[in-house]
């Protein structure tokens, strides 16, 4: 049974339990979706089920997408994203929205995190640096040299040092949902969502309940 949507981070706000205790919640509006597709073992070799979210003008679109989503009499949809199932429980043309999840219930959420250009080893990695005394005046902020003339005599692949920061896929593992509004289509999960203000996000079944 499908146990996914796609939707747009809002922003961060905090609610109050019964006991008066504050809870930080990520707002998302999360759907809603429609199923563009689903795949079969038949035809794909595998199952999964594809949704479409977020309309927006037919310019924006090619024309193989276009033709792709009026198959099934669908609006222009900006993303779309596939999830794996065992069983679809849905048909190509359904929508769905945020009654797929209730309060109390775990979740993944898939973002794209903030992108921060190209940093240094101290802020990526939070590298100590080099001292401060001793004459040294332009290298606190350098990872310090190494693999000269020493084994391996070269750099590790995938050794921490500078280099791009952020802009990657992650995924918030095991949040709470802590609301559920069915009128504006907004699912609040307890905790922090990566990406910026309106960026995509996945939501999904937490795989590690």
Do not use: W
């Amino acid at each position: 049974m499908l146990k996914g949507l796609l939707g747009k981070k809002i922003g961060m706000t905090q609610i109050f339990d019964e006991e008066g205790v504050a809870i930080p919640v990520t707002i998302i509006e999360a759907g809603p979706c429609y199923v563009t597709q689903v795949l079969t073992p038949e035809v794909n070799g595998y199952v999964a089920v594809q949704l479409g979210f977020d309309e927006v003008k037919p310019k924006r679109l090619t024309n193989g997408e276009m033709g792709h989503l009026k198959k099934n009499n669908l609006p222009p949809l900006r993303f779309l994203r596939e999830f794996s199932v065992k069983e679809p429980g849905v048909k190509q043309g359904d929508q769905v929205s945020v009654e797929l999840f209730a309060k109390g219930e775990r979740v993944d959420v898939i973002g794209t995190s903030k992108g921060k250009g190209f940093a240094g080893a101290v802020k990526r990695y939070h590298f100590l640096g080099g001292p401060k005394t001793h004459g040294q005046s332009d290298r606190n902020r350098a990872p310090g040299s190494r693999s000269s003339t020493t084994t391996p005599g070269r750099v590790y692949k995938g050794s921490r040092g500078p280099g791009h920061m952020g802009n990657e896929r992650v995924t918030a593992q095991n949040l709470k949902v802590v609301l559920v509004d069915q009128e504006r289509n907004l699912l609040g999960v307890r905790g922090a969502v990566p990406g910026p203000k309106n960026g995509l996000v996945i939501i999904r079944e937490a795989r590690k309940q």
